[in-house]
């Protein structure tokens, strides 16, 4: 199975990305996005934990929520959409309830974007199959025209078009887009549900790490925890 790019999820052909990029790295862009079909086959399916308290906290909530993506290499805060409530409530609950505490950013390509979300990253014996993991169902499609693959976009990972016509979202992966240009051609097929208010900088330094073949990091680039903004739960006390 192909891995999400969608794996985040785009098993279209990609095109040309801004000619500042240079032709090596349209090439590395292409080739990564054809294996971003997200898969979340049941054969690697991981439950939410702490679901009851999460689902508790959701009620308590503002309409677009802020969350801090904890890495190894600084931190991301991002607000989520109001427009696009299904992927909202589907990325709080998991954050709430510790999902993406310890996944990596598994597929990382500069100039592009960088992709995490799968819980199958937390365990090395399982790196042949990173990209294949999720918590076992797909998160309908909520197209905004005024959300975009702008620069720090928050957008979720999915199967490919073939395989998943109604362009479903996968359960769990998700990309920030690094380069708006090199991400454009995304619009309108692939679910933007949040954007980046602090830490583009740490967006750019993992986009820059040393990375394989198969765009993996070499050293690995860790999400420690994602957690709701202290000055929301400041707002709920």
Do not use: W
Not at 16 to 43: P, W
Not at 44 to 65: K, M, R, Y
Not at 182 to 201: F, K, R
């Amino acid at each position: 199975m192909k891995k999400l790019f969608t794996s985040i999820l785009c098993i279209t052909a990609i095109v040309a990305v801004a000619a500042s990029c240079g032709n090596s790295k349209k090439s590395k862009a292409a080739a990564g996005e054809a294996e971003q079909a997200s898969t979340d086959s049941s054969e690697f399916v991981q439950e939410p934990q702490n679901q009851e308290e999460a689902i508790n906290i959701l009620a308590t909530l503002p309409e677009e929520p802020i969350f801090d993506i904890i890495t190894n290499m600084g931190t991301i805060k991002i607000k989520l959409y109001s427009k696009t409530p299904k992927h909202r409530e589907n990325f709080a609950k998991l954050a709430l309830s510790g999902y993406y505490d310890g996944v990596l950013f598994h597929r990382v390509i500069d100039g592009f974007m960088i992709q995490g979300g799968d819980p199958l990253t937390k365990d090395t014996l399982n790196v042949n199959i990173y990209g294949e993991g999720g918590p076992g169902y797909q998160v309908p499609a909520e197209f905004i025209p005024e959300y975009t693959h702008k620069k720090g976009a928050l957008a979720a990972a999915r199967v490919g078009d073939i395989a998943n016509p109604y362009k479903e979202s996968s359960g769990s992966q998700f990309y920030i887009v690094q380069d708006e240009a090199g991400c454009a051609h995304l619009n309108g097929s692939y679910t933007v549900y949040g954007e980046t208010i602090e830490g583009l900088d740490v967006i750019d330094r993992i986009a820059k790490v040393e990375t394989l073949p198969n765009d993996r990091p070499v050293n690995d680039v860790r999400i420690i925890a994602v957690k709701l903004d202290e000055k929301y739960n400041n707002l709920s006390e």
